[in-house]
């Protein structure tokens, strides 16, 4: 991955400071004087982290009272260094109040470039290490009309630089600043940002060395060959790269469809279980009612009994008043025998309702614990499968890995062949401007050419 970066803004505002936070060491030089350190457009290349960083440090490239003449040289100069465009204009700004001046500055960004500048423009405030309790959101509170006008042309995209910082807090202030350009990339359509000037700079130069190269490979068959076993090699590698990316992505996918077997087997067996529970419990509602009304009717048959005996026995005593305690000692035995057996009966029924209610409970515990260890069984299955598939997954992600080194190996063993013929070819030239004065051959020449081969070969 790639970032290219122009840095705007005026002189002292601590550009090349911020170029070397984002750089991670000090590669543009700096000062504390009035005077500005750098006179020119520098360009400073790092990579950190298989991430590419470019930038271009402008120094009062956009100050007002620099001439219209002497900004177009140096915007031909950044278009050639950061061709084919920077990812994010930073317009760097002192933690400070807005001024005229500075807005002149971004008035005049706009002019030289075009309107679409503010599509890739980021506000970048340096001097954050006099901050004290102070938020991003309060200094934009608090900014003027002016500011808050600017920044919400380019989008509010600002963000405060502690150049003085400690290394880790730098590195967290770039890794913010990294994404918010991938952020600004893909709302352009993964496009860096391109002007007129540069997209004449660009296409003439690319145009140059195209037919430099084209015009030398048709002159040497040694070298048309290297170059042809070369983009064999790269096609043959890259048929290989894609061929184990689509087995990985298959893998990947065999995977999440596991999972989703998985998930979908247990909430089927979730929502079973529920089943049987409500089911369970609306036969024991149903039972229980059945109970009640059944000693709901004995009740009601046992009123019905005594209220017949007692008109029976207020008839009998106004039959028989002679027999009346004889009468009542047998009522009295008969109803005692009665009682007793009614106990008796009572609780044959309790005992035997206490019964079938434990092996109703000794039952369900039963079938509790067999559903529960064929769960358990379900479950121990689906994670040994699980385990198996992502074995079987890190051992194709090794395998890829190992392939890729391997083309990495080939790749840098290329890079160092390419190197040699260049060594060979600039030997030769320099012999050849030597022997004729009259060549037009440089070692700029040349060294355009040799990057025009590799844009060219699509190296």
Request: proline share 2%; net charge neutral; hydrophobic share 25%.
């Amino acid at each position: 991955m790639t970032f290219r970066f122009l840095m705007v803004g005026k002189s002292g505002c601590g550009k090349s400071s911020t170029g070397n936070t984002i750089l991670g060491e000090d590669m543009f030089p700096t000062g504390t004087g009035l005077a500005a350190v750098t006179k020119t457009c520098e360009h400073r290349v790092t990579t950190k982290k298989n991430t590419r960083i470019e930038v271009v440090d402008s120094p009062g490239l956009f100050d007002p009272e620099r001439p219209n003449e002497d900004v177009r040289q140096e915007i031909v100069k950044t278009a050639t260094v950061l061709h084919p465009g920077p990812h994010a204009v930073l317009y760097v700004l002192k933690l400070d109040r807005y001024t005229p001046e500075e807005y002149s500055t971004y008035q005049k960004l706009k002019e030289v470039f075009d309107a679409d500048i503010v599509k890739y423009i980021i506000i970048v405030f340096t001097g954050g290490d006099r901050l004290k309790n102070e938020t991003l959101d309060d200094i934009l509170e608090n900014a003027g009309p002016t500011f808050r006008k600017v920044a919400e042309e380019c989008g509010n995209r600002v963000i405060i630089f502690n150049n003085l910082d400690k290394k880790k807090n730098k590195e967290t202030q770039v890794k913010k600043l990294l994404e918010m350009t991938q952020k600004v990339v893909r709302e352009n359509g993964e496009n860096p940002y391109r002007c007129t000037v540069q997209e004449k700079v660009g296409d003439k130069l690319e145009e140059t060395v195209t037919n430099s190269v084209k015009s030398l490979v048709e002159k040497d068959p040694k070298l048309k060959e290297f170059f042809s076993q070369i983009e064999a090699m790269l096609r043959q590698s890259q048929n290989r790269a894609d061929s184990h990316k689509a087995k990985l992505d298959e893998t990947i996918k065999r995977k999440k469809e596991v999972e989703a077997t998985e998930q979908k087997m247990r909430e089927e067996m979730e929502r079973e279980k529920r089943e049987r529970e409500e089911e369970e419990r609306k036969e024991k509602e149903r039972k229980e009612e059945e109970e009640q009304e059944k000693k709901r009717q004995e009740e009601e048959a046992r009123e019905k009994a005594r209220k017949e005996e007692e008109e029976k026995k207020e008839k009998e005593r106004k039959e028989e008043e002679e027999r009346k305690e004889k009468e009542r000692k047998e009522e009295e035995e008969r109803k005692e025998k009665e009682r007793k057996e009614e106990e008796a009966r009572r609780e044959k029924e309790r005992k035997e309702e206490e019964a079938r209610r434990e092996r109703q409970r000794k039952e369900e515990e039963k079938q509790k614990r067999e559903e529960e260890l064929r769960h358990q069984k379900e479950l121990l299955e689906l994670e040994r499968k699980k385990k198996q598939l992502e074995l079987e997954a890190k051992k194709e992600e090794e395998k890829f890995r190992k392939e890729m080194r391997e083309k990495e190996e080939l790749e840098r063993k290329r890079r160092e062949e390419m190197d040699e013929v260049h060594r060979l070819e600039m030997e030769r030239k320099k012999k050849d401007v030597v022997e004729n004065k009259d060549t037009h051959w440089t070692l700029e020449a040349a060294g355009a050419l040799w990057k025009g081969a590799k844009g060219w070969l699509g190296f």
